[in-house]
């Protein structure tokens, strides 16, 4: 959890200093006293504190996404799991599903930035977390799909040694088949253009 350490002279000296370094407001921050030192005749004391978030951060994504639910008038569930630095949230929200995904799953890419920011917003850079959403299995389905896909089309390209060009994925559905595709040893991907409009290009090696 992100925390700072302190030399002031009052506990309340150091909550600003610390809500511009953590980037969290003034309720979400604890304060403990780690070390006094009393000064002369009660004048020039000084205090070392630790300053750190109250809440951790994964709860403060599953509140989130819960809170998405329910103001969406969305009934389900949503599983937690934690492996490592991953943290992996799966939604099962009935009639809601399609709208949480949205068209080209832009919700789904969306609400994932949105949960990973508010959760690392709690961590420092060493403990960032690499958090992912999938809703009514869309992802995995929509990742097995991409790894037959990647196949398919890196066995044409090896054997015509025409290159192929794929449009209408998004970044992280082109990266699944950058992936799927990174250790074949006659064809290479690679993306050109620019977002809205980039595609991935697959094409044999030289």
Do not use: C
């Not at 809170?67 to 492996?83: H, L, S």
């Amino acid at each position: 959890m992100k925390s700072r350490v302190y030399d002031v002279k009052t506990m309340e000296e150091a909550l600003p200093l610390a809500v511009e370094e953590l980037g969290l407001s003034k309720d979400r921050l604890e304060v403990t006293v780690l070390d006094e030192k009393k000064g002369f005749l009660g004048f020039g004391g000084k205090l070392q504190v630790e300053v750190k978030a109250k809440e951790d951060g994964i709860d403060q994504g599953k509140e989130y996404l819960q809170m998405i639910m329910q103001a969406n008038k969305g009934e389900g569930f949503i599983e937690k799991r934690i492996r490592g630095n991953v943290v992996e949230f799966n939604i099962d929200a009935g009639e809601l599903n399609g709208v949480l995904i949205g068209k080209n799953s832009k919700h789904l890419i969306a609400l994932q930035t949105l949960v990973s920011m508010i959760i690392n917003s709690h961590y420092n850079e060493d403990e960032q977390k690499i958090v992912k959403i999938d809703v009514g299995g869309y992802r995995k389905r929509r990742e097995s799909t991409l790894e037959r896909m990647a196949v398919d089309f890196g066995k044409q390209v090896a054997k015509t040694k025409q290159q192929i060009k794929l449009d209408n994925l998004n970044s992280y559905e082109r990266k699944i088949i950058h992936d799927k595709l990174s250790t074949w040893k006659d064809v290479t991907t690679h993306s050109e253009g620019e977002e809205p409009d980039r595609y991935l290009i697959i094409e044999p090696k030289e």
